[in-house]
């Protein structure tokens, strides 16, 4: 797997991104663009498995007070094939790559599910409850390699 960068004028019309899924994500990152600004590596990526999209991952903008938040997704044709979880590491590496201090943060629903074990396997530690824009109450994960409590 690799992951390939969502451009801001991405090419719609092309074979691989003629699924559905992808083409929801290429017009959602159009006016995401607009708000956040384009400055790689802090963008959108697909993630490209056996030559074609198999999921998405994004840096929720470029860090702020040292800190990036990550989200990933896998579309669900796909699922349970670990696509999430080689997302999510690729962001923290390249993060890491980008800048070595940066703090590395995500945002789950206030549960465990499939996502919160993907940031624990990942090195990432629940610290609390944060208010999102988008869930309401949401869980904050940091990536860290020291153990904390779960919720």
């Known amino acids: 797997m690799k992951l390939r960068t969502i451009q801001r004028t991405e090419d719609k019309s092309l074979p691989i991104f003629a699924s559905e899924a992808c083409q929801d994500v290429l017009s959602s990152y159009t006016g995401f663009y607009e708000q956040v600004g ?4 802090w963008v959108a990526y697909f ?3 056996a030559g074609q999209i198999v999921g998405t991952c994004a840096f929720v903008g470029a860090p702020v007070n040292g ?8 579309f669900p044709d796909f699922e349970g094939r670990g696509i999430a979880s080689f997302a999510c590491k690729a962001l923290v590496e390249l993060a890491r790559q980008e800048l070595d201090s940066v703090v590395v943060l995500a945002k789950t629903a206030p549960e465990h599910n499939a996502s919160t074990r993907i940031l ?5 530690v629940f610290q609390g409850v944060v208010q999102d824009h988008e869930i309401g109450d949401a869980w904050l994960w940091k990536h860290s390699g020291s153990a904390s409590p779960t919720p």
């Open 38 to 41: 384009f400055q790689p590596p």
């Open 47 to 49: 993630v490209e498995g």
């Open 67 to 74: 800190e990036v938040e990550i989200a990933y997704f896998t």
């Open 120 to 124: 624990e396997k990942n090195g990432f």
